[in-house]
């Protein structure tokens, strides 16, 4: 008897098990997405901090993404439990957040390329910026950095919620936990390496191989346009997500977008349906500073 409940025990542990891989790995796929906007959000959010100390940054916000992600899982468990109605409009909210973040990033770098028309006027900048000014500036990025996260953290544990929400409770909390720790290790992990490549390359050149040499000139060269293409693409995908979140959230809308793509298939619908996000983004982010500058104005506040 003793031996049929041990072997039951472990078929139970077996099928639990292969269920949590096979939910898991759908978690993962349907969240691939997101995660390469969160990898160029977190990289370039992460970028313009001092050489020596972009791996405290890095760490610095890791940390608070596991935080949020700490906050998430159960807030997610109990209002998908209690209030399930809640997790659309708290989305919206948080994606119309991304939208707006994306467009003050937009005109403020609009605003420094006419500020700084030439490169003297840069080296200026820079030399006026004190020890103090530097240690506050690196807070405000890991604060932006965590704030930016904990959206899109939202949205990957809303996505994984909604795989296994017809789950018992134990499966869904190991694959909630399991993605949350795999999420951010990777993406984290990937940022650190993506801000050390000029490091790397400078390593390299001074190795007596010519090979060695030859790939760290590259990966100099190459790292200041890495940086600027994850700068582009990462305020791209702050549109994308926020204005992906929102059109999900409004039926009309998510309609029309089907309705847009209908006649094609494969990368053309995906390309008319991303374009049709960003235009939303725009248009919500743009609608959403004009609300915060106006309420702002009113409270007599500078914006």
Request: charge should be neutral; include cysteine; charged fraction near 15%.
């Amino acid at each position: 008897m003793a031996g049929t409940s041990l072997l039951t025990l472990l078929d139970d542990i077996a099928t639990l098990l292969d269920d949590i891989s096979v939910m898991g790995k759908v978690a993962a796929k349907k969240t691939a997405g997101v995660l390469g906007d969160d990898l160029s959000l977190n990289a370039q959010q992460v970028s313009g901090v001092k050489a020596n100390r972009e791996l405290p940054v890095v760490w610095g916000v890791a940390k608070g993404s596991f935080l949020n992600k700490l906050i998430l899982v159960p807030l997610a468990l109990v209002i998908s439990a209690w209030a399930p109605w809640a997790i659309t409009p708290l989305l919206m909210v948080g994606g119309a957040y991304l939208c707006y973040e994306g467009f003050e990033k937009v005109l403020h770098s609009l605003h420094k390329d006419k500020a700084e028309q030439s490169p003297e006027a840069r080296e200026q900048r820079i030399k006026k910026l004190s020890q103090q000014n530097a240690a506050e500036f690196e807070k405000k990025k890991v604060k932006g950095a965590i704030r930016t996260d904990f959206i899109l953290s939202a949205e990957i544990v809303a996505i994984t919620l909604g795989i296994v929400s017809e789950a018992p409770l134990m499966n869904q909390v190991v694959i909630l936990a399991g993605i949350a720790i795999l999420v951010t290790v990777g993406v984290y992990g990937i940022v650190a390496c993506i801000v050390k490549i000029d490091d790397l390359g400078l390593w390299l050149q001074q190795k007596t191989s010519a090979v060695a040499r030859g790939t760290g000139g590259a990966l100099l060269a190459l790292a200041p346009w890495l940086m600027k293409i994850l700068t582009v693409v990462g305020t791209l995908a702050m549109f994308l997500v926020g204005g992906g979140i929102i059109a999900h959230g409004v039926p009309v809308i998510h309609h029309f977008i089907e309705h847009l793509t209908a006649d094609f298939s494969g990368l053309i619908a995906s390309l008319l349906s991303n374009l049709a996000n960003l235009v939303l983004g725009l248009i919500v982010g743009s609608i959403v500073l004009l609300v915060v500058n106006l309420i702002a104005r009113m409270r007599g506040q500078s914006v």
